[in-house]
């Protein structure tokens, strides 16, 4: 029986948690580059190197997108029993 002091065990898959937390990270990174460059091209700032840097940073920013629209993998292994599942009736009781 799991007792209230006892610590949870790690999620499923830490590694997936890890890989999504990083691709997090660089999207947020991605982002302020970006708004640096629309800055810079509000400002007045146009070279040939800031296209093409803006368009491999949305490129690549789109790409995240697509890659975190996905659900986050579960914290909860799918092999324990159905009590323990938050879904179980009475969980969160």
């Not at 700032?45 to 490129?59: I, M, V």
């Not at 986050?72 to 324990?80: F, V």
Request: net charge negative; glycine share 6%; with cysteine.
């Amino acid at each position: 029986m799991l007792h209230l002091t006892q610590e949870l065990e790690p999620p499923a898959n830490p590694a997936q948690f890890k890989q999504r937390q990083r691709l997090e990270a660089e999207w947020a990174s991605l982002s302020r580059k970006l708004d640096g460059l629309y800055d810079a091209i509000a400002e007045g700032l146009r070279t040939p190197g800031l296209k093409e840097k803006l368009q491999a940073l949305e490129a690549r920013k789109a790409e995240l997108e697509r890659t975190l629209s996905a659900p986050a993998p579960s914290p909860i292994p799918g092999d324990l029993p159905p009590v323990f599942h938050p879904t179980a009736t009475g969980a969160g009781c």
